[in-house]
């Protein structure tokens, strides 16, 4: 039985993991230049990084919907939108406060503001989103087709 949950960790969890990494640092090459470029054009900072997150936020949503879990359509696409929306509710204020004071107060460059919150927000966007936005019901499906 530990055979199995150690190949079930490795198989899914690491390789949800990575794919999630993947996803969100290809997003974030993209955020990045997106907002980079909006500022070399002349738009506001903070408006600037309203627009990439929003931008990011909805390629996220698809990418790891189509790759990350795929295997997880146990509920509708409605149900996980609905979910990803409503903690975004949260992620996406707390990004443009942060961003906003970490450029305007402790003099971050809008790069550094822009790296800062991408490490503060990722840990917390792959819990809620390998709970609650694409919930399982696969684990006990798998390790009980193993025991049989």
């Known amino acids: ?12 969890f690491l390789g949800r993991v990575f794919k999630f990494l993947i996803i ?10 997106l907002l980079n470029f909006l500022i070399n054009e002349g738009v506001d900072k903070n408006l600037a990084n309203v627009i990439q997150a929003f931008t990011s936020v909805t390629l996220n949503f698809i990418g790891n919907y189509i790759l990350t879990w795929r295997d997880r359509r146990e ?7 609905r979910r990803f929306a409503g903690v975004r509710v949260i992620t ?9 004071m970490w450029t ?20 917390f ?3 809620w989103n390998n709970f609650i936005v694409f919930p399982s019901q696969m684990s006990d499906e798998i390790e009980e087709e193993y025991e049989a």
């Not at 039985?1 to 899914?12: A, G, H, S, V, Y």
């Not at 509920?75 to 939108?81: D, G, H, K, N, T």
């Not at 996406?92 to 906003?100: S, T």
């Open 1 to 12: 039985m530990k055979q199995l949950k150690d190949r079930m960790f490795t198989r899914i």
């Open 24 to 33: 969100g640092g290809g997003v974030a090459l993209f955020g990045g230049w």
């Open 75 to 81: 509920v509708s696409v409605m149900y996980s939108v």
């Open 92 to 100: 996406i204020p707390a990004n443009i406060i942060l961003f906003a």
């Open 104 to 123: 305007d107060i402790f003099g971050l460059t809008p790069t550094q503001a822009y790296i800062l919150n991408l490490v503060l927000i990722t840990v």
């Open 125 to 127: 966007n792959f819990g």
